[in-house]
């Protein structure tokens, strides 16, 4: 049976870190606009930051409908499902943003990372701050093994410079604005500030 917490307390925290692999969800106000579901994996590249904070690392090489939604409206989602042992899913609805490269808080966040998992590619650090968190049996999903990490994404973008990395993301299709037309990275790539 689900249950609601008031914070990510140890267990949770435990469950959350040892997920190789996490769903994130927004959405536009929009009645008409595209909801948005993005896996994401790279170990290393989440954090719980406090009880009711996390962060997590933006990589390019796809959209960026995520940060388009959080400009917009704030709100997003996370979900871990358990792929081995207890049955179990664990969701943190709450607000997000993005903290961009040029930000000032963008170097103290990526601090609270481990060393070096920021990678090539790395566009923003996405804040969530939980208003729910909540678990419920994961009767349903499959039982699978982990293997590894794919290194393909850091392989691909470590071949470029920062200046190319800023080139591609001009140049992909709705990086700058959603699929909805919403303001999303800002383009051109802003510099990590230091």
Request: one cysteine or more; hydrophobic letters at 35%.
């Amino acid at each position: 049976m689900g249950k609601q917490y008031e914070y990510i307390d140890g267990r949770l925290r435990q469950f959350i870190e040892r997920q190789p692999v996490y769903f994130v969800a927004t959405a536009p106000l929009s009645a008409d606009g595209h909801v948005n579901v993005s896996p994401k994996g790279r170990a290393g590249t989440l954090v719980v930051l406090d009880e009711l904070t996390l962060a997590y690392l933006d990589f390019g090489g796809s959209t960026a409908e995520t940060i388009a939604h959080l400009r917009e409206n704030g709100r997003i989602t996370l979900m871990w499902c358990a792929f081995d042992g207890p049955p179990t899913v664990v969701r943190v609805h709450g607000r997000g943003e993005a903290v961009f490269r040029d930000d000032a808080r963008f170097a103290g966040l990526l601090s609270r990372f481990e060393p070096g998992v920021d990678g090539p590619g790395l566009r923003a650090i996405v804040l969530v701050a939980a208003e729910r968190v909540s678990d419920s049996c994961g009767f349903a999903v499959p039982l699978m093994d982990y293997r590894e990490d794919r290194d393909l994404h850091a392989q691909y973008f470590g071949r470029k410079t920062e200046e190319e990395f800023s080139t591609y993301c001009e140049g992909k299709q709705y990086v700058g604005t959603s699929i909805d037309g919403l303001p999303a990275l800002p383009l051109p790539l802003p510099p990590r500030s230091s």
